[in-house]
């Protein structure tokens, strides 16, 4: 109130004074808005952008770090085949104020040329040109996690890295100039380091440790159930080891890189396919750089596009363009291949849910078949704990994830919560209110993977609302679901029988008194047919 008075009075008749008061002039020129018209640094964006990839408080900016460090380290460790064992460590610079995050991998290191563009460059990586399963795809994670640590503290990031025991180890600080998204590398030395190879990276940032349901401590937890075959070791800050043993050896198989799927492509994407592809006609085109397209279903697109098979791809125009993608939509063409995605699979998953819900009394798991949303194939696993000793007044815990990456943000703009709320629990045994997940003793796991999962935000914390993954995912839980239904229902009538069973042979002593009374039945007779009775009781209840 004070204020807008304030602001009224200062006003001059027609406001000028007012305006010229917050600094803006009207008037401006082309020529004049040309002098302030300049491109955006990656880095530049990002930097006042940092909520967008996961650094807008303290106690998420640990975590995000935390998880782009060790979901790189997980990534390198299987494309290399190695299994992978990752120490993660945080050291306590300044309590609830800065802290030093040390990510160490036993995989197969980085080449000298390519360690100050990973870590002091945005939008560089391996992961993005391939389709591909993996965590990361963007480019953009590490170099970030580091960007911010040296905004908020001024330290370089920290980097140790050895490709081979014939190799010795080099340690490197890089840092990012923001203004050109390009990296400084302030030193370079070669180390003495214990290990054969593998990669180490420290950062030093502002942040909170905090341990509950968003933390670092709950996603290296959630990371070993959805990789059963890695082995995990955390240093908290406050003294605290954990370990994560791996219950498998096996490494998961490594999945096949793929090309688009025709069905999946935009118009942009076919025209720059087009001017970049090394095919000299249409028709091979179609076929060496699309998945599940053969000579028959090139021949089948050409004609329906009214196009020549042995047309120049680069003279393709955007018209003709146009009409190859109505005629692609036209023709019947298989779904992508599954090898190219890698489930965890019941069986594992099984086995992870007890090593690490060890609480529960009863679990369940489903692995669906591959399917496909936009060209992409993708794959949806569930898993469940019940009952135990888990709360049973409490909302179900969900734990999601992607491509074996645990979500712990944004739940609500999740497509997984979303499923799991449209499903019917009631249906399962289970009290649920309204619009809200089920009650009871109960953990659910969900995993979307797929070669390019659709994420809601570039800090990957939510899954995109797609028809075809709503769909799976409802398909995958009510397969559980309905397996815990018999579980809950066999339960159920066991606790009646024992109740009822309870009742009778609370009457049996009375029973043998009686037939004592009326047959004269002498004492031990007496007994003998109380204990016969109790036997046929129990018999009846092991059949029944
Ligand atoms: N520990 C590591 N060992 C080996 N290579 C690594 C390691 N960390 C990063 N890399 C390489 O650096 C690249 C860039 O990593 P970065 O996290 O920035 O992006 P990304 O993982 O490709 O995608 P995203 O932004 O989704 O995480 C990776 O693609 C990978 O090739
Ligand atoms: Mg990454």
């Not at 770090?65 to 060790?70: D, G, Q």
């Not at 060209?375 to 409490?394: H, K, R």
Request: glycine share 6%; charged share 30%.
């Amino acid at each position: 109130m004070a204020r807008s008075a304030r602001s009224k009075r200062s006003a001059g008749k027609d406001g000028r004074s007012n305006r010229a008061a917050i600094g803006t002039r009207r008037g401006a020129s082309a020529e004049s808005l040309a002098k302030k018209q300049r491109e955006i640094s990656i880095s530049e964006f990002f930097t006042k952008n940092r909520h967008l990839l996961g650094f807008d408080n303290r106690r998420k900016a640990l975590l995000t770090a935390v998880k782009e460090a060790v979901d790189n380290s997980l990534d390198a460790c299987e494309e290399a085949g190695v299994p992978a064992d990752v120490t993660v460590e945080i050291q306590a610079v300044k309590k609830d104020e800065r802290y030093r995050v040390i990510v160490e991998d036993n995989g197969p290191g980085i080449v000298r040329t390519q360690v100050p563009r990973i870590f002091g460059q945005l939008l560089y990586g391996s992961k993005f040109h391939t389709l591909k399963q993996a965590r990361g795809q963007q480019g953009i994670g590490i170099s970030a996690a580091g960007m911010y640590g040296q905004l908020t503290t001024g330290k370089p990031v920290v980097i140790t890295s050895r490709t081979s025991p014939r190799r010795p180890a080099l340690r490197y600080q890089v840092a990012i100039n923001t203004a050109k998204n390009r990296p400084e590398v302030s030193r370079e030395e070669e180390v003495d380091w214990p290990a054969k190879h593998g990669t180490r990276v420290e950062i030093e940032l502002e942040a909170r440790y905090q341990r509950g349901r968003q933390s670092v401590d709950e996603y290296l937890k959630q990371t070993s159930i959805a990789n059963p075959h890695v082995d995990i070791r955390f240093l908290a800050p406050d003294g605290r080891e954990e370990h994560h043993t791996r219950v498998t050896k096996e490494l998961p198989d490594e999945p096949l890189e793929i090309r688009p799927h025709p069905y999946g492509v935009e118009l942009g994407l076919l025209i720059k396919m087009l001017k970049e592809t090394k095919a000299r006609a249409l028709g091979s085109f179609l076929k060496q750089d699309f998945s599940r397209v053969g000579a028959k279903v090139a021949q089948d697109i050409c004609e329906k596009a009214g196009l020549d098979y042995k047309s120049r791809p680069t003279r393709i125009a955007r018209t003709e363009a146009d009409r190859l993608i109505q005629a692609i939509r036209e023709v019947k063409i298989m779904a992508p291949p599954a090898n190219c995605i890698v489930p965890i699979g019941e069986d594992l998953l099984l086995k992870s849910l007890r090593s690490d819900i060890p609480e529960a009394a009863f679990y369940t798991a489903c692995t669906r078949s591959p399917a496909v949303y936009r060209g992409n194939p993708f794959q949806v696993e569930a898993g469940l704990a019940y009952g135990g000793a888990l709360p049973a007044d409490d909302l179900a815990r969900v734990f999601r994830f992607a491509n074996r990456v645990p979500l712990l943000y944004q739940p609500g703009a999740c497509l997984i919560t979303r499923s799991l709320i449209q499903t019917d629990w009631k249906n399962y045994g289970l009290a649920q209110a309204r619009g809200a997940l089920p009650t009871g003793p109960l953990v659910v796991m969900v995993h979307v993977a797929s070669v390019w999962v659709p994420f809601t935000s570039e800090s990957k914390e939510a899954i995109a609302d797609y028809t075809e993954i709503f769909k799976e995912i409802r398909l995958a839980i009510q397969e559980c679901g309905r397996r815990l239904r018999i579980f809950v229902n066999r339960r159920r009538r066991e606790a009646d029988a024992e109740k009822k069973r309870s009742y009778i042979e609370q009457y049996i002593p009375h029973i043998g008194d009686a037939l004592q009374e009326i047959l004269g039945l002498s004492d031990r007779v007496r007994s003998q047919t109380v204990t016969n009775l109790k036997v046929i009781l129990e018999k009846s209840r092991k059949m029944g």
